[in-house]
């Protein structure tokens, strides 16, 4: 290893493609000034399922960020992840000589991988014949290769692997490599998340689980969590991810710090293939790691980005958890959940999340979780209600619970 | 050589390979010339079969190596 570990790892470069916009700026623009992504889904036709609505990501160009023949065939969830990457490469201000190449990897998950070419060639199978299967269906389909083709793209020989967690991918994707980091084995890592499931299988599957939301009249108030009216997630889409690098390496070279990654915490409800535990176990000892292995207590945490995905049980079993790591703290610390916002964008969600955590942080400025009429007494919580809110903010948590039971819980400071 | 089959050729190769129309002459060789790979060529018979609703077994595709390979191809098993 040329570059010797600190044993630190600071974000300095973020990318995004979200409902609210094409990039990091725009998208943060959008979530301070407490915007609805949500509208009626227009990909596919929705009129026969019982959730029409969805975060789409809009007037996305995949030609922008690769070349035309790849930019026609791949997977959109791949066509995400490369744009979402080469913006958080590029605001990182690396520059990459052949030694560095090899010290970057390249962790970047999604929830199901490339939904859309599954859909096309399950299509083709049984309606064409079976010779008329695509042979790009596996490579765009697997859910490793929107990271494959960033490393393809960019040229990054790193440590190069997909975490697949449901909802909770994107964070574990910055939690590992963080460690990556940590122990020595990359210098520079990008990581994050990709999703693009809003077409007839992502949507009918999930309407068939009775997750999503039906409030199909009103788009932009579907999404509502900790509200007494919520009635299920509303699917986003898009791709979130960070470039981390090692301290030293990144104050050496006089780069921009977002922030540094110093917890990080996973655990399983070991219950339930979608319900979480009643009594938010998991989600409890997620958090409760990330604060032992940061070094932190819960009142040093200033701010909480919940997975808060607007279930009637899971918003609830989140407020249990925080109530039994952080006991009394949990109903004055600020907790939002920006989904209500961006959707719930699965398999993105936590690398979004974690952008907007480190964004709160240097814009001192809380997200809002808009449509909350009416708040649950039972998510008695500082929801930070429908406006944004200015706070001087140094440490936040980040939380992300995914089917499997899955939790993950991320901390990062100023 | 069919002026129609070499033009509905080309328009199926460039869509296909992303390429220049102007590149996609009879001498030009799909893998050498135009940038494809064994994947790519799979893709792009394929799409010779879908545009000239014609099938192209996996032994005869060794046949088709360029432009005017295919043409040749295609017009021996359309007639």
């Not at chain 1, 790009?136 to 960033?150: L, T």
């Not at chain 1, 990556?180 to 990359?186: E, H, L, M, S, T």
């Not at chain 1, 009103?218 to 007494?228: K, N, W, Y």
Request: hydrophobic share 40%.
């Amino acid at each position: 290893m040329a570059h010797p570990p600190s044993g630190r790892v600071v974000v300095t470069g973020l990318g995004a493609v979200t409902p609210l916009g094409l990039s990091v700026e725009d998208t943060w623009q959008g979530i301070v000034a407490g915007r609805s992504g949500i509208d009626r889904i227009t990909q596919i036709d929705p009129s026969p399922y019982t959730t029409q609505i969805a975060g789409e990501v809009k007037d996305f160009d995949a030609t922008q960020w690769m070349d035309r023949k790849e930019a026609r065939r791949v997977d959109r969830v791949i066509a995400f992840a490369v744009a979402s990457a080469a913006q958080a490469l590029k605001d990182s201000g690396l520059v990459f000589d052949e030694e560095l190449r090899d010290e970057t990897g390249v962790y970047i998950g999604s929830g199901v991988g490339g939904l859309w070419t599954m859909q096309e060639q399950t299509h083709n199978l049984y309606e064409k014949g079976a010779n008329k299967v695509s042979p790009f269906y596996i490579p765009y389909m697997i859910p490793n290769m929107p990271g494959g083709m960033v490393s393809i793209l960019n040229d990054l020989r790193g440590p190069n692997v997909a975490p697949v967690t449901a909802c909770s991918t994107g964070a574990n994707a910055i939690g590992d490599a963080y460690h990556v980091i940590k122990r020595g084995d990359a210098t520079v890592m990008v990581a994050g998340g990709s999703e693009a499931a809003v077409n007839d299988l992502g949507i009918a599957g999930f309407c068939a689980a009775r997750a999503m939301s039906q409030r199909n009249d009103e788009p932009q108030r579907a999404s509502r969590p900790f509200d007494l009216a919520r009635d299920g997630f509303v699917m986003g889409e898009g791709s979130g991810c960070l470039v981390l690098e090692d301290r030293d390496f990144a104050l050496a070279r006089g780069a921009r710090i977002y922030g540094e990654v110093v917890g990080y915490g996973m655990s399983a409800d070991a219950t339930h293939i979608t319900n979480p535990h009643p009594e938010g176990r998991g989600a409890a000892a997620a958090m409760r790691m990330a604060l032992r292995n940061a070094g932190l207590t819960a009142e040093q945490v200033g701010y909480v980005n919940a997975h808060g995905t607007s279930t009637s049980v899971g918003d609830v079993h989140e407020v249990k958890a925080l109530k039994a790591v952080m006991g009394e703290y949990a109903t004055r610390v600020p907790v939002s959940s920006t989904k209500s916002m961006t959707g719930h964008t699965l398999g993105a969600a936590g690398a979004i999340e974690a952008i907007f955590c480190l964004l709160a942080m240097r814009d001192g400025v809380l997200p809002p979780t808009i449509n909350v009429d009416d708040q649950d007494p039972e998510c008695d919580i500082d929801c930070v209600p429908n406006v944004a809110r200015k706070a001087d903010l140094s440490v936040a948590l980040s939380n992300s619970f995914g089917f499997g039971g899955h939790n993950v819980t991320l901390i990062m400071t100023k | 050589m069919s002026e129609d089959i070499l033009n509905r050729v080309k328009k199926v190769t460039v869509e296909e390979l992303g390429v220049k129309e102007d590149e996609v002459v009879p001498t030009a060789s799909f893998t050498e010339d135009l940038g494809a790979d064994s994947l790519d060529v799979v893709e792009l018979v394929m799409a010779f079969e879908d545009e000239f609703s014609i099938d192209i077994p996996d032994d005869e595709v060794g046949e088709i190596k360029t432009v005017g390979d295919a043409v040749t191809y295609i017009s021996k098993k359309a007639a």
